[in-house]
């Protein structure tokens, strides 16, 4: 018997719309929006898009850093991120319904534009908080918390010095490319910077 997944979803945008989201062992996620004004379906295999979103967002925010362990926690931090994951979430939602939209009934160029640009404020709120946690991560690496010791330090040869200190450098200086999100966020990094 086919197991099936329901999420109770509440987004508010001017209205509250609930949804109920089933994910049968197809892999294809239908969607059902109760609202105002009754009941809408939106079939899409919207969970292997976002997890393709979100491998290409890792990958771009990883190319800043060199260092394996800051990228593992990169990809990390961003992949648990509840807030991250929402965004994410909903600015593929955004880009589904165009087409949705499309297959249906037609999406005019008012609808198109309208839904486009509360995809483009979504997806900015996606990149300030990939930011947001990438500093958190530099100033945690800065301060050298025990997140970042070494397991075994007898086993680091010189090549691997030289990248925890070039990566120190980077996230010194990620961190002095976004000192109002250290501000914002209320980050103690060393006085050094």
Known sequence: M????????????????YEERTRPTDGVT???SFGVRGESTMSSNSTNQDQYRLEQ???????TFCYQPLREA???????DEQ????LELSEQSRQFVTVRDSQVGCDSRMRNSIAGYGEALDEALHYRSVEII???????V??????????????????????FDAREMAFRWLRDHQRIVAQLDLTVPEEW
Do not use: H, N
């Open 2 to 17: 086919a197991s099936t997944l329901y999420v109770l979803l509440l987004i508010t945008v001017r209205k509250r719309t």
């Open 30 to 32: 239908r969607v059902r």
């Open 74 to 80: 990169i990809a990390e931090e961003l992949k648990s």
């Open 84 to 87: 991250f994951r929402l965004l």
């Open 57 to 63: 967002i890792i990958e771009l925010k990883q190319g």
């Open 135 to 141: 500093t958190k991560l530099c100033a945690s690496y």
């Open 143 to 164: 301060r050298r918390d025990d997140r970042w010791s070494l397991s075994d330090p007898d086993s680091v040869d010189m090549t691997g010095i030289q990248a925890y």
